[in-house]
């Protein structure tokens, strides 16, 4: 039996808040299908097996008193048996620390703090030492580095705050050799002494000017800092716009708002959404910007470490965030540092914490062509398609990379989508819920044929819901049925093995966030019964984006799959088409000779070419607006296009 540890070495011990892994093989074999493992473990934990592994989850709450931990197992088939046993000694962190920060208060990116914590103790050394800060200590990932791993317990560093003063957590992270931290907590008051932008400004430009060529952690420390600052100064203006008197109607006396606008047309020199701001100090925001960037990205591809990449990435998030001090030419040199720096969108594995990030930027993207762009027009907005889908798959390739079948599902929440991974075996795949929480639907998953399934197969899942298009992209200010759930679904299921993706035989059953119809193209019940390939995922992203009408209807892939004779508008609709080509004949033969038929025919006037573009116009949205809008629909709205003849009794029979 073997040991490894979450980073995939072997394992001298446990560490209580990581996962260890155990392997059972028999000698010279790898594993074996044909084998039945059972295993124990004492002292008992949480563990996940699957086929000759067994998963130790972290348990920080495990006593100490227990020096080590026993795993047995027995492996069998039908005719002999093996077992086997190890021990794993229980790693303790370090104890008896203290933390101080000096001075407790001191102002925004002016004041160097430092931060000392010593008197540790623990047996296997030498300690290491990490440190991070957080303005929302009961938020696990709102935690920044502060420092890389280092072999010294204290840092010197600026902070920054929101106006006029904010709290500030430090933590510092004390590693034993065995890479078990003990976290200590400190917390100080950091004071906003800037009166205004323009002079948060000037201190920005000459830190940035005294960044050393030979200091690149350092410079990118100072860097991290200034795009910190020029986001709570976006937060300041907008919450003075939010509870001023808005930009409309006197915009700041900088702009005019036209009849019946709640948009204000500044001045020339003016900009933001109440003209509060000149267009000289907003320049001069973006090239400070740029010039952060672009000193981060200098930084990093000096001395490349695995916390200065998380430090490059938080503060790339950060710039992503700011609605109001971006264009599109600094999400852009957003982009190119995360493609071209850290290989994010080309298959780059990502640790958890940077997943989040990752999605996090998606979604600030995201958002910045929602609101400036709400008709996605620009070439900006049309590429956002293709790099929303290789982030993601990056996020969510990298969160099933250590995986195996029967682990909760891995959920990251983001304000326009979230991101559901799991693992999965053909056998299990029934097992699983996937759902995000009250504004995503759950999702449940089924075969259409259960027999004869590989049970040794693993089956990754990647699920994302999205907000449905037009409550992404839509340029009507008044629309009042916009929602923030996230009903718009796209799910992947692939073979771990061959990479081949499952795209039919796959049932999916739909449970809806609140009163939400059945997505277009499922069976209605007391769940939503759909066919995978409905939510095919390049498929839905260009519905998005492109917001084609066709594709609100149906996705012509599922037809091999689409149960059409379960669907009562089926029927319905192909009665209509059968009754209507009785009607014709009847009209042409039959009624053709009545003498009240006759009269009407000679009544009506022939249509003109306006009349009939106007009447198809009509039926076009008759079908459109129906309350349940499946592919029949679609067949039967192009249909009556088609049917309309010269005569109005034939207009009106479709009608």
């Known amino acids: 039996m073997s040991c490894t540890n979450s980073n995939g070495r072997p394992c001298i011990t446990w560490n209580l808040d990581s996962t260890i892994n155990l392997n059972a093989n ?42 080590s931990i026993r795993v047995d197992v027995s492996a069998s088939n039908k005719t002999q048996a093996g077992d086997a046993f190890t021990t794993v000694a229980i790693n303790t962190p370090p104890q008896n620390g203290i933390i101080e920060a000096s001075p407790t208060i001191g102002e925004s990116l002016s004041t160097f703090f430092y931060v000392n914590t010593y008197n540790w103790t623990d047996e296997d050394t030498p300690l290491t030492y990490q440190f991070y800060y957080s303005y929302d200590i009961q938020n696990a990932h709102a935690w920044r580095a502060l420092s890389t791993i280092q072999n010294v317990g204290y840092i010197s560093t600026y902070l920054t705050a929101q106006s006029p003063s904010q709290n500030a957590s430090i933590m510092a992270l004390v590693f ?16 906003v002494s800037s009166s205004s932008l323009q002079e948060s400004l000037l201190n920005m430009n000459d830190l940035l000017d005294s960044l050393s060529p030979n200091d690149p952690y350092q410079n990118l420390q100072i860097a991290s800092h200034i795009t910190s600052e020029i ?49 000289e100090i907003y320049d001069r925001v973006i090239t400070i910007r740029e010039e952060a960037m672009s000193a981060l990205n200098q930084s990093y591809n000096t001395l490349q470490t695995i916390e200065m990449r998380e430090i ?114 053909p056998c299990t795949i029934s097992n699983l819920s996937l759902n995000a929480g009250s504004d995503t639907p759950e999702v449940r998953l089924s075969w259409d044929d259960p027999t004869n399934l590989n049970c040794s197969q693993e089956l990754a899942i990647k699920l994302y819901a999205f907000r449905s298009p037009g409550d992404i992209f839509n340029c009507d200010p008044g629309d009042n049925h916009s929602s ?52 095919d995922v390049k498929a839905q992203l260009s519905m998005i984006f492109g917001k084609s009408d066709i594709g609100k209807v149906a996705n012509i892939g599922s037809l091999k799959d689409w149960k059409w004779e379960k669907s009562p508008m089926f029927w319905v609709n192909i009665g209509l088409v059968f009754g209507f080509g009785i009607m014709i004949v009847l009209v042409k033969t039959t009624l053709r000779s009545n003498c009240v038929f006759q009269g009407l025919i000679h009544k009506q006037d022939k249509l003109s070419i306006r ?11 008759i079908f459109y607006y129906l309350p349940y809008r499946s592919l029949t629909d679609s067949l039967m709205l192009y249909s009556s296009r088609i049917l309309i003849r010269e005569r109005r009794l034939e207009l009106y029979f479709i009608m």
């Open 26 to 67: 028999v000698q010279g074999e790898g594993y074996n299908p044909l084998l039945i493992y059972e295993w124990s473990i004492d002292p008992p934990t949480q563990v996940i097996s699957y086929q000759n592994i067994l998963r130790v989850l972290a348990n920080p709450s495990l006593s100490y008193n227990e020096p």
């Open 176 to 191: 034993d050799s065995f890479q078990y931290p003990s976290r200590i907590i400190t917390n100080i008051t950091v004071v």
């Open 231 to 279: 986001a709570n100064w976006e937060s300041r203006i907008e919450e003075e716009i939010e509870n001023g008197e808005g930009p409309c109607p006197k915009c700041s006396l900088h702009g005019s708002c036209p009849a019946g606008s709640t948009t204000c047309i500044c001045d020339s020199g003016w900009t933001l959404p109440d003209c509060s701001l000149s267009q």
């Open 312 to 425: 490059l990435l938080n503060s790339l998030e950060s710039i992503s965030n700011t609605p109001l001090f971006n264009t599109v030419d600094t999400l852009q040199d957003v982009q190119n540092i995360l493609e071209s720096t850290l290989g994010i969108g080309n298959g780059s594995l990502l640790t958890e914490q940077e997943s989040r990030i990752v999605a996090n930027i998606t979604d600030n993207l995201l958002t910045f062509a929602m609101n400036s762009d709400c008709n996605c027009d620009t070439l900006y907005c049309k590429q956002l398609e293709d790099i929303t889908r290789e982030y993601l798959d990056d996020v969510s390739q990298s969160n099933l990379q250590d995986k195996i079948p029967g682990e909760p599902p891995t959920i990251i929440e983001t304000d326009l989508f979230d991101v559901i991974t799991a693992k999965t075996t």
């Open 484 to 535: 923030n759930l996230k009903s718009n679904l796209m799910i992947q299921i692939t073979e771990v093995e061959t990479g081949i993706d499952i795209t039919s035989g796959v049932n999916v059953h739909i449970e809806m966030s609140g009163s939400l119809p059945c997505p277009p193209g499922c069976t209605h019940g007391s769940l939503c019964h759909c066919s995978l390939s409905l939510f």
């Open 611 to 621: 009349s009939a573009l106007g009447a198809a116009f009509i039926v076009t949205k």
